[in-house]
């Protein structure tokens, strides 16, 4: 058995972790929210520079042809490093959905240029309040031309490109527009995590390209592979608020000692590092389900998912509670990863969904054996 | 990354299950366990501990007993990984157990580090064979959590010593034929400077057994109570006033030897929200249930990958995290709910107390009573918490009254 990351991609991994040191990603990270830009375009260039934003894609389309297990680690970096960049939406989202088409022309046009950070794309599903799923899109596609209305959509302002899910007679499909269009309308929204830019946007009679049209499942696979990339993110992000935590701990004196020298601490410190652990193992098992394109991805998707949104919920919030009254200011980072956490938790649906979609995956699968 | 095993795995593993196959009867599900005779109404206790110590000795001879220990004592020489392998063939089949593992998984490796020459051919090899049982005589009334404070008094004339108090919560002392044993042997040092280490026949004048019923009905394990015991001085442990080291060397053992909480797990609460009826529904149409149903899945999945996690340590050749501490926490507490959510959905029916194996009410309410009992043995949650926090996150012990001052001035046990 090897259920671990290969040295390969555990060098990568350190690789991309050296980065965001070397960069400061949380102090960028902190300038985005406070200032008025809407990503770190410095640190996009750096991580472009490095490849990242081609590991997925084939080398005929211009990438490195890796695979998902290599993307899995350098989600968790991008977690650990709360980094102000559209990756996750430009990678994660709309370069897997058109990698996933089996349309050779949107690839051959596209996939180069998402490869060589040209292009940022992005998918824009959610419509109203409520959790984002395969069949419950109201835009519409027909006839080349697509029309409706998406909101928070992540990185809408940024993107050049966007994967737009709509309804195609009784399917709802994957379709590809550009963003300067005629008939796009972006509106700028103000994110909960303002080191991250979140848009509105109108679509009327815009041209529209069929990534997938002819099943409903193309936004469901989507989904759970968005899922379990976003759990290594969320992972990452949430060792690095219970490291944050326990250096807090061992550093800070009451009562003549080190706080972490008080059970009630100790104990918080243990209860994250479990939920932790057992997220990260989640994660691994959905990393080779997502790897093998395997028929146990919806539940290992939904597994990794669920697990790893609790895990970054618990270790943030508690980091906080380490901290004290310190960690509730502005001035210290904790609520960067607390803000961050309650970001990746409801991006591509909330936790009361992914647990109701993780309950009826078992069901079909007759799981666990 | 991938679930396969090495070519040299593969081929242990084929001769692990051949030998299996050949020499006991396959499980039909993973209930379809073991019954002693006992349960069939053909015996008594005595049943499922014969037959475990013959499955044990059959073991013995074809060479699967004590894998992990040298050849010379009785054992394999086997790899951690082999081991690994060897209990996920075991576990397909209906055998017995429960008897050796303080033995083996205990008192064995403390006995090869600190055994002379002598008695280790003398004791460890008829351990490995299965007919002699041990027992661990650690914890006191006034010394669980806190085991270095026992109270059991050692004294040595000439090379002899003589053994006075009290030993509780002893698994198996009653069917035990050897134990090892954490005494004082001085209660003017400091607390775990006192302490002496020795092994002992259960069968020596003095010791008396008194089984402790649990809350499960059970009785399982004792009170054992010295009175002028002799031990030559032959059968210590490391040094006088070195027993704590020895002590630790032990319970590093324990650690590694429990695993899984056993009981009701995800299966079992899925299959019942199933079955059950709520409001005209089965259960598991409900929200609140799905979201429990979805929480416990994602626990029972993250101890399985965390095991195989540090199954691909082992097979690597590294030495696998203290991820041991996770999975009795999470298993023993995920149990305990599952058990309460599970007779919650039965209603009435769940009052009505059930005795038949094959009854799902009995399993589920045989959980609900055996949960405590796992949440404490072997390093409570609270104990094993701070493990995490000390050997993995590397923070500080707490802050210590009781560590450099003569024993006899601290305060211990219950005031009330």
């Not at chain 2, 006192?194 to 649990?214: A, C, H, N, W």
């Amino acid at each position: 058995m090897n259920f671990e990351f290969s040295d390969d991609q555990l060098v990568m991994k350190e690789e991309v972790r050296k980065l965001f040191e070397k960069e400061d990603s949380v102090k960028r990270n902190r300038n985005i929210l406070e200032g008025e830009e809407n990503f770190d375009k410095d640190l996009w260039n750096k991580v472009v520079e490095m490849g990242l934003t081609a590991i997925t894609i084939p080398e005929e389309h211009g990438g490195i042809g890796l695979g998902f297990l290599e993307l899995c680690v350098v989600a968790e970096e991008m977690g650990r490093a709360i980094a102000p960049i559209p990756y996750s939406s430009s990678v994660y989202l709309a370069t897997t959905a058109i990698i996933n088409s089996s349309n050779d022309d949107v690839k051959k046009e596209y996939l180069p240029k998402l490869a060589a950070g040209e292009m940022i794309g992005t998918f824009a599903h959610s419509e109203e309040l409520g959790t984002p799923t395969s069949d419950n899109a109201k835009t519409t596609f027909q006839n080349g031309k697509l029309s409706g209305d998406k909101i928070a959509v992540p990185d809408g302002d940024i993107a050049n490109l966007f994967v737009v899910s709509a309804k195609c007679g009784d399917k709802v499909g994957l379709f590809l527009v550009d963003a300067d269009s005629k008939g796009v309308e972006v509106s700028k929204a103000e994110c909960f995590d303002g080191s991250r830019s979140y848009a509105n946007i109108n679509f009327k009679d815009v041209d529209a390209k069929i990534i997938e049209d002819s099943s409903s499942e193309a936004i469901d696979k989507l989904l759970n592979q968005a899922a379990v990339l976003f759990a290594f993110e969320q992972v990452g992000g949430a060792e690095a608020s219970m490291n944050m935590a326990k250096e807090y701990a061992m550093g800070r004196y009451a009562f003549g000692r080190q706080i972490g020298s008080f059970q009630a601490i100790k104990h918080k410190l243990a209860d994250m590092y479990i939920s932790l652990t057992l997220a990260r193992s989640n994660c691994y098992f959905g990393a080779w389900a997502l790897g093998n394109d395997a028929p146990e991805l919806p539940v290992a998707a939904a597994t990794a998912r669920v697990s790893a949104t609790k895990a970054f919920y618990e270790c943030s919030k508690e980091n906080i509670q380490t901290h004290g009254g310190m960690g509730a200011t502005w001035e210290f980072d904790c609520h960067l990863f607390y803000r961050r956490a309650r970001l990746l938790s409801a991006n591509i649906g909330g936790q009361s969904l992914w647990k109701d979609k993780l309950v009826s995956s078992i069901e079909r699968s007759n799981l666990p054996q | 990354m991938d679930f396969n095993d090495t070519a040299e795995e593969a081929k242990f593993r084929k001769e692990a299950s051949d030998w299996l196959s050949a020499n006991a009867e396959k499980k039909e599900h993973s209930r379809d366990v073991y019954r002693p005779a006992e349960m069939t109404g053909e015996g008594g206790e005595s049943s499922a501990l014969q037959d475990a110590k013959d499955w044990m000795t059959k073991k013995y001879e074809a060479g699967w007993a004590c894998l992990h220990w040298p050849k010379e004592y009785g054992g394999r020489d086997a790899t951690a990984i082999e081991r690994v392998i060897w209990a996920q063939e075991e576990s397909k089949y209906k055998v017995p157990g429960g008897f050796h593992e303080i033995g083996q998984g205990m008192a064995g490796p403390t006995m090869m580090l600190y055994a002379t020459e002598e008695q280790k051919k003398q004791y460890l090899p008829p351990m490995a064979k299965g007919q002699e049982i041990w027992c661990q005589l650690f914890s006191e009334p006034g010394a669980g959590s806190d085991l270095a404070g026992i109270k059991t008094k050692a004294e040595l004339d000439g090379d002899t010593w003589t053994i006075n108090g009290q030993k509780v919560w002893t698994s198996g002392a009653h069917y035990s034929d050897y134990a090892i044993l954490v005494t004082r042997s001085d209660f003017n040092a400091p607390k775990h400077k006192g302490l002496t280490y020795f092994f002992l026949d259960m069968k020596s004048p003095g010791i008396e057994v008194r089984p402790i019923r649990q809350i499960t009905g059970g009785a399982n394990f004792n009170e054992v109570y010295f009175t002028d015991v002799k031990i030559p001085d032959s059968q210590r442990l490391g040094e006088v006033g070195d027993g704590w080291k020895v002590a630790l060397t032990t319970l590093m053992n324990e650690r590694l030897a429990v695993g899984d909480a056993s009981g009701v797990d995800f299966q079992e609460i899925f299959e019942l929200t199933k079955e059950s009826d709520f409001n005209g529904e089965n259960a598991i149409s409900n929200g609140g249930v799905r979201e429990k149903l979805a929480d416990w899945y994602c626990e029972y999945a993250g101890l399985k990958y965390t095991k195989m996690r540090n199954i691909s340590a082992l097979s690597r050749g590294d030495t696998p995290g203290p991820d041991a501490s996770i999975t009795k926490i999470v298993s023993a507490n995920k149990l305990q709910d599952i058990a309460n959510f599970g007779m919650d959905l039965m209603d009435n029916a769940s009052i009505i107390k059930s005795d038949d194996k094959d009854d799902i009410r009995a399993l589920f309410q045989g959980s609900l009573l055996g949960a405590p009992l796992i949440r404490i043995a072997g390093g409570t949650d609270e104990i094993l918490r701070n493990i995490i926090a000390e050997q993995v996150l590397g923070m500080p012990q707490d802050v210590r009254v009781d560590k450099t001052v003569p024993f006899n001035e601290i305060p211990s046990g219950s005031k009330n």
